[in-house]
Nanobody, 119 residues
């Protein structure tokens, strides 16, 4: 059974930092395309934030470039999102996703971790 469990969220002031973790079981994350998404309190569709592929290539939404860093620990099977210089606009529920790189739909999701950034 595949499980993704996020943690590391919390409440911080603008300019602060948080590191999110996504512990995976039932899959080997280095074999998957891993992504972080977020959804604001407005309840809109989840927004893609960051990506890391099996080859280590990374990508980010423009609004977080230079502030967020995605990484993974293959030995521990954990995905991370280091978030620096946080802004109130980063306030959201953050989710990790594991998906086969050969598909464009589906995948596995965690239940999310809440990030709140105050001004």
């Amino acid at each position: 059974q595949v499980q993704l469990v996020e943690s590391g969220g919390g409440s911080v002031q603008a300019g602060g930092s948080l590191r999110l973790s996504c512990v995976a079981s039932g899959i080997t994350i280095s074999n998957f395309c891993m992504r972080w998404y977020r959804r604001t309190a407005a309840g809109k569709q989840r927004e893609w934030v960051s990506f890391i592929g099996p080859d280590g290539v990374t990508n980010y939404i423009d609004s977080v470039k230079g502030r967020f860093t995605i990484s993974r620990d293959n030995a521990k099977n954990i995905l991370y999102l280091q978030m620096n210089v946080l802004e109130p606009e980063d306030t959201a529920e953050y989710y990790c996703q594991a998906r086969s790189c050969s598909t464009s739909a589906g995948g596995y999701w965690g239940h999310g971790t809440q990030v709140a950034v105050s001004s």
